[in-house]
């Protein structure tokens, strides 16, 4: 009988424990996470465009991204100076040609400094979208949940200038309120959608990429009304891309002078090259680790909002991941060095085949099916080489697709080349090291 009332006694005991248990795990797991910040001090309105008033709850963000603004510093390929490609790499006159990147093509800065860079540019002229805006700054999530992105992008670039007062800022990454980082652009959420993505299943992790595909992906202006256009409707490496602009009715950017060719031109595909299997994105590497380290504020973590070349404080940026760093910024180095010549490569051989273009198509006889066979490979060649090219990085971040696609770039514009001299059929057009040739070297367009 004793011994019944003491089992009654210990199960009662291991009952209730189990009871108090189960509560604190329900109690514990419905809290919020740990906050890194301090508790709001003011609530931030949807899709506000002014960052000053996010900046009253959260100051080290803030002021971390107001230093974008005076990053000057160059690196050995990137960093903040702005410095003309053009004049350090002339080849890109001729590549340009006929368009406006001929005039002035410059490295990009600082996020601060978007709207004085994009208004000072000699790219745009009086015919410009207001297209031209959609990444440069926080007042568009506003605006385009108004009056939708098609009625934006038709607008002209000028009469849009009033309503953008803000460079990029909060509310092109975070959704207010919750902070969460958000895609923001109608544009990349189509072309996620094309691909049977929804980002809103995206993890944190994942997210802390994906937020500057808001802008750092190639795109295409669809259409008289100069539709922003995120070519992903077939994937995102770049043979999907070409497919994709392909059947776009062979969209152009523009047309190469005197060869004919219908050019597109390839704008920053940062998330494509890096998520295209590089050793990082497969390691399950943000770009925010790299480029937002953790910093810190006494007791409190925040990410730099300074977004910047990580070569330029790489104890922050690689030192988290790599015990030695500056053996991993010679590899930074090295990598870059073999993709910048690798990319001289595939423009040397993209200047000879136009040049052997040109002679074909003043030709007398020319047969226009090898003709139009051998524009097509330039057409091809340029998106390629383009794509390394005016994504940022060097290659470092994908080196090993950075150096396929180059190889390709060289490969498709040397049969340009052969095709062209075929069409013609004047093995005179076969003729090699056309830039190395030139005496003095072309300089920007008027
Ligand atoms: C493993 C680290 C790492 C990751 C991850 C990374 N980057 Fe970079 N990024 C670099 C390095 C290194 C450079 C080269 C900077 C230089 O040459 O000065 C660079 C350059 C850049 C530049 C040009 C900066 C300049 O000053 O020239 C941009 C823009 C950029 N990255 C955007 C991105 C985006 C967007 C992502 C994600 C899709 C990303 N990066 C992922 C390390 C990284
Ligand atoms: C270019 C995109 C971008 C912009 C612009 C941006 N952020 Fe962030 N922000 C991020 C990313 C990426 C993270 C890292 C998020 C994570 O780790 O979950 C982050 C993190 C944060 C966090 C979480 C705490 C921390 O520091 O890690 C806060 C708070 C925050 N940002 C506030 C702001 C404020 C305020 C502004 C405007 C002044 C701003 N952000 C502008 C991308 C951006
Ligand atoms: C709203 C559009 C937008 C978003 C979102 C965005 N960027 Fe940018 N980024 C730009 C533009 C535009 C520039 C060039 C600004 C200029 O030159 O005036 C730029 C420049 C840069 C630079 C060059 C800075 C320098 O000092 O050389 C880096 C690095 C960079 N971005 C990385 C990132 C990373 C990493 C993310 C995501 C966390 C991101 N960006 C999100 C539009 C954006
Ligand atoms: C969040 C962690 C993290 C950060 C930050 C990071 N790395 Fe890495 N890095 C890795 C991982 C993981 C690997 C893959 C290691 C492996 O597979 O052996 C790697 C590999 C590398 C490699 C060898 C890859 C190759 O293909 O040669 C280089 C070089 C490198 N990192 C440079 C850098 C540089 C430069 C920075 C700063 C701009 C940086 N990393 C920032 C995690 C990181």
Request: aromatic residues 8%.
């Amino acid at each position: 009988m004793k011994k019944y009332a003491v089992s009654i006694i210990l199960v009662g005991i291991i009952v209730i424990l189990a009871v108090v248990l189960s509560g604190v795990l329900i109690y514990l797991k419905n809290q919020p996470p740990q906050s890194r910040s301090l508790p709001p001090v003011t609530a931030v309105q949807p899709l506000e465009p002014d960052s000053r008033i996010w900046g009253l709850n959260y100051p080290n963000e803030y002021s971390s991204l107001l230093l974008t603004a005076g990053n000057k510093t160059p690196t050995k390929y990137g960093g903040s100076a702005q410095q003309s490609y053009l004049a350090l790499d002339p080849r890109l006159v001729i590549l340009f040609a006929g368009y406006s990147f001929s005039q002035e093509y410059n490295q990009p800065r600082g996020h601060q400094n978007t709207l004085i860079d994009i208004r000072a540019t000699k790219r745009v002229t009086a015919a410009t979208h207001a297209t031209c805006y959609s990444c440069k700054s926080s007042d568009n999530p506003g605006l385009w949940s108004q009056i939708g992105m098609p009625a934006y992008d038709k607008q002209l670039f000028s009469a849009m200038t009033p309503k953008i007062n803000n460079p990029i800022g909060c509310a092109n990454c975070h959704e207010a309120g919750t902070m969460r980082l958000v895609i923001t652009n109608p544009a990349v959420d189509t072309a996620l959608k094309a691909q049977g993505i929804d980002w809103r299943t995206y993890t944190r992790q994942q997210m802390r990429s994906l937020v500057c595909a808001n802008c750092h992906v190639t795109y295409f202006f669809s259409g008289p009304d100069k539709l922003l256009t995120v070519p992903w409707g077939d994937g995102m490496k770049v043979e999907d891309i070409i497919k994709f602009e392909d059947a776009a009715n062979t969209f152009a950017d523009w047309t190469y002078p005197g060869t004919g060719t219908p050019i597109m031109k390839s704008r920053h595909p940062d998330y494509e090259l890096y998520t295209a299997g590089s050793t990082h994105f497969n390691a399950g590497v943000a770009c925010a680790d790299c480029h937002m380290p953790y910093l810190r504020d006494g007791a409190m973590k925040y990410s730099s909002h300074d977004i910047m070349s990580p070569l330029l404080n790489p104890d922050e940026s690689c030192g988290q991941c790599h015990t030695d760093v500056d053996d991993v910024l010679a590899r930074v180095n090295t990598i870059q060095e073999d993709v910048h010549n690798a990319k001289i490569t595939a423009e040397d051989a993209l200047v000879d085949a136009i040049y052997a273009l040109q002679a074909a198509v003043a030709t007398k006889n020319v047969d226009p099916t090898l003709l139009d066979q051998a524009r097509t490979l330039h057409r091809h060649a340029q998106f390629m080489w383009d794509f390394i090219a005016s994504s940022n990085s060097q290659g470092f971040h994908n080196p090993d697709e950075a150096l396929r696609i180059l190889q390709n770039a060289t490969d498709l514009a040397r049969r340009a080349q052969m095709m062209a001299s075929q069409a013609a059929g004047d093995p005179h057009l076969l003729k090699t090291g056309i830039y190395d040739g030139m005496d003095p070297k072309p300089t920007p367009a008027p």
